[in-house]
């Protein structure tokens, strides 16, 4: 069964600080990994993707992930935190079980940002 | 604006009280995905539809679920004799088929009492 660890609950950085978020997935073939970030009371908004080919990929917002295989992680970066950035940040692992391509999510990491 | 709507918002309901929601997806997607959210925790997965046929559902789906897409366009989530433990914010995903990114509506929160 697929799964995914974000080890961090909150994490607060200052603002134009940088940020690296945790993911290690569980899965058994070749993943397909989202990043999503979601403002409070609000739906949950794609930043990034990745399904093959250059392991670092570049998302909305100035943000990056990079796609480990030997550790099984997907963590995602960004050099300059801007207040507006603070949210909860979830990454998800998706692929193909014959019928469905559902996403498996991540508790989520909540981002506070000081100014 | 083309992007995954979802009516209503907000849903306060009393325990026992039967409740639908609607999903309306991007125009062109196919795949519909219905998850739900508790708090402090990341969505799960409920059901998913391409077209109109639902092809596959979560255990967490009890009998007291029911989704349906009748002609392939939205999707309504209905719960019956709602629980307190029903109490979720319930999201709404569509994607193209072949295409593994889905995107997400706004959510409708409901609230048992």
Partial sequence: AQSVTQPDIHITVSEGASLELRCNYSYGATPYLFWYVQSPGQGLQLLLKYFSGDTLVQGIKGFEAEFKRSQSSFNLRKPSVHWSDAAEYFCAVGGYTGTASKLTFGTGTRLQVTL | ?113
């Fill in chain 2, 1 to 113: 604006d083309t992007g995954v709507s979802q009516d209503p918002r907000h849903k306060i309901t009393k325990r026992g009280q039967n409740v639908t929601f609607r999903c309306d997806p991007i125009s062109e997607h196919n795949r519909l995905y219905w998850y739900r959210q508790t708090l402090g925790q990341g969505p799960e997965f409920l059901t998913y539809f391409q077209n109109e046929a639902q092809l596959e559902k979560s255990r967490l789906l009890s009998d007291r679920f029911s989704a349906e897409r009748p002609k392939g366009s939205f999707s309504t989530l209905e719960i019956q004799r709602t629980e307190q433990g029903d109490s979720a914010m319930y999201l709404c995903a569509s994607s193209l088929a072949g295409f593994y990114e889905q995107y997400f509506g706004p959510g409708t929160r409901l609230t048992v009492t």
